[in-house]
């Protein structure tokens, strides 16, 4: 089955600082990699999503970049705010019809 | 339009009983996915239904079982609880299969194994 991996654990950036979250995956045939936020005591909130024909796509703040060859994608997120503080989970999605979480990124943004 | 909804909230079992959860997916929406999500850690797959037939699963034992029904409301139910099953309970619906439209998260059950 497919394995994901999520680097960092916790992150901190200066407000207007860049943060940037890496997501690694195991099996070459997932095809969907979307991005969740999940602030405290609330449900996760898809934030983005890539295809696998897709190398790079944006909306305002926040990129995803997907590296099919090295089976890697990232999320960035530019001009962070304070409202940018959450956990950020990666996922993909294999052919078996199958999500598959990261383990989640603490994301804390300094005033 | 009103969002995906889970019932109940909180939850308090003992080891070895049985439990059902329910979730009501968002108008319009004809698949649920189920996830358990422990504290700190990413949501784990459970299963997925699409048009009331299971359409893919995670691994989880067959302890845990699911229904979905005409409406695409949906039920989770976990048979002979085990401690290590505490954690919040997460559906999501969408409509079309998950890998192909938003999922919409509902806000969760906290179960609670004793």
């Known amino acids: 089955g497919e394995n994901v991996e999520q680097h960092p654990s916790t992150l901190s950036v200066q407000e207007g600082d860049s943060a940037v979250i890496k997501c690694t995956y195991s099996d070459s045939a997932s095809n969907y990699f979307p991005w969740y936020k999940q602030e405290l005591g609330k449900r996760p909130q898809l934030i983005i999503d890539?295809?696998?024909?897709?190398g790079e796509k944006k909306d305002q703040r926040i990129a995803v970049t997907l590296n099919k060859t090295a089976k890697h994608f990232s999320l960035h997120i530019t001009e962070t705010q304070p409202e940018d503080s959450a956990v950020y989970f990666c996922a993909a999605y294999d052919t078996g019809n199958q999500f598959y979480f990261g383990t989640g990124t603490s994301l804390t943004v300094i005033p | 339009e009103t969002g995906v909804t889970q019932s109940p909230t909180h939850l308090i079992k003992t080891r070895g009983q049985q439990v059902t959860l329910r979730c009501s997916s968002q108008s319009g929406h004809n698949t649920v996915s189920w996830y358990q999500q422990a504290l700190g850690q990413g949501p784990q797959f459970i299963f997925q239904y699409y048009r009331e037939e299971e359409n893919g699963r995670g691994n989880f034992p067959p302890r845990f079982s699911g229904l979905q029904f005409p409406n695409y409301s949906s039920e989770l139910n976990v048979n002979a609880l085990e401690l290590d099953d505490s954690a919040l309970y997460l559906c999501a619906s969408s409509s079309g299969l998950a890998r192909l439209n938003e999922q919409f998260f509902g806000p969760g059950t906290r179960l609670t194994v004793l």
């Open positions: 890539i295809r696998s024909n897709v």
